[in-house]
């Protein structure tokens, strides 16, 4: 099992900057990815941004040159940093790690841009 605890999010204005964190713990020995997702009212859950345990990235395109995604091993940590931020990025924010037989969730944290 593993458990993860998102924290980071709240409410900026349009073209502000946030930072998501989470932190896994539990049975983390091999991690294929860690990534974030976010799902808007009435939208389905979307990709946002992943890290594999390599190191190389990808991006939703929504977010391409904006969002950063980047991880502490030390931590077993994985963080978003989110800037020039829009409206149409409100939504829950998820963080997910993906590990040899099994894929987690976290709770997820609330991010609004108000305009």
């Known amino acids: 099992q593993v458990q993860l605890v998102e924290s980071g999010g709240g409410l900026v204005q349009a073209g502000g900057s946030l930072r998501l964190s989470c932190k896994a713990s539990?049975?983390?020995?091999?991690?294929?990815?860690m990534g974030w997702y976010r799902q808007a009212p009435g939208n389905e859950r979307e990709r946002v941004a992943i890290?594999?345990?390599?190191?190389?990235?990808d991006y939703g395109d929504s977010v391409k040159g904006r969002f950063t995604i980047s991880r502490d091993n030390a931590k077993s940590t994985v963080y978003l940093q989110m800037n020039s931020l829009k409206p149409e990025d409100t939504a829950v924010y998820y963080c997910?790690?993906?590990?040899?037989?099994?894929?987690?969730w976290g709770q997820g944290t609330q991010v609004t841009v108000s305009s």
């Open positions: 890290i594999l345990s390599g190191g190389s990235t």
């Open positions: 539990g049975s983390i020995f091999s991690i294929i990815y």
């Open positions: 997910k790690v993906v590990v040899p037989g099994g894929v987690f």
